[in-house]
């Protein structure tokens, strides 16, 4: 009776530890789930002729990600994205390095995302200075911050490493060119 009562009881404590141990599984991989539904992605983009566009909506399928698009105040027209006119808008811009272009409204919560893409055209080998506007008026302190482009001939590297010169605070990430 003695050992009946002893495998009796030594059975109960073995499904109690059972039990405590898998809670414990369970609390553990509910932490990780909530770590990872916390960790979001952000595409901002700015688009002049809607290439751009179409890859950060390529970008945010491949993550997951929400998508920002940066609006200029003033859209741009076919004249002012005319390169070989000295006197355009973008040229005038891009000349002057410290143009900020107007953009319409701020991503209020860019406080929720961990990683943030920032997406443009190479213009003049760099980034539009309208993506500086963008950069200037967010505070990204803590995020991973990533470039991608679309370009006619240039690469993505120069443009990258213009945006983590001119702001060495962030956290640079990687970067990548996404021509079609």
Not at 75 to 87: E, G, N, S, V
Request: with cysteine.
């Amino acid at each position: 009776m003695k050992n009946i009562t002893f495998i009796i009881v030594a059975c109960c404590l073995m499904l109690s530890a059972c039990a405590q141990s898998s809670q414990g599984t369970d609390h553990q991989n509910n932490s990780q789930t909530k770590q990872k539904e916390m960790k979001k992605t952000l595409i901002v983009y700015f688009s002049a002729t809607g290439t751009t566009k179409d890859a950060a909506q390529r970008l945010a399928q491949e993550f997951n990600a929400d998508l920002y698009e940066i609006t200029p105040e003033v859209p741009y027209t076919a004249a002012d994205l005319d390169w070989r006119d000295k006197q355009s808008r973008s040229t005038l811009e891009m000349k002057d390095k410290s143009s900020r272009p107007a953009i319409q409204g701020r991503c209020e919560n860019i406080a929720d995302y961990d990683t943030v893409w920032i997406g443009f055209p190479v213009w003049w080998y760099t980034a539009p200075t309208i993506v500086n506007t963008f950069i200037e008026a967010h505070d990204l302190s803590g995020k991973v911050l990533n470039v991608f482009a679309t370009s006619g001939g240039s690469g993505v590297e120069g443009s990258a490493n213009d945006l983590k010169n001119a702001y060495p605070q962030y956290n640079w990430g990687d970067s990548r060119l996404m021509n079609k």
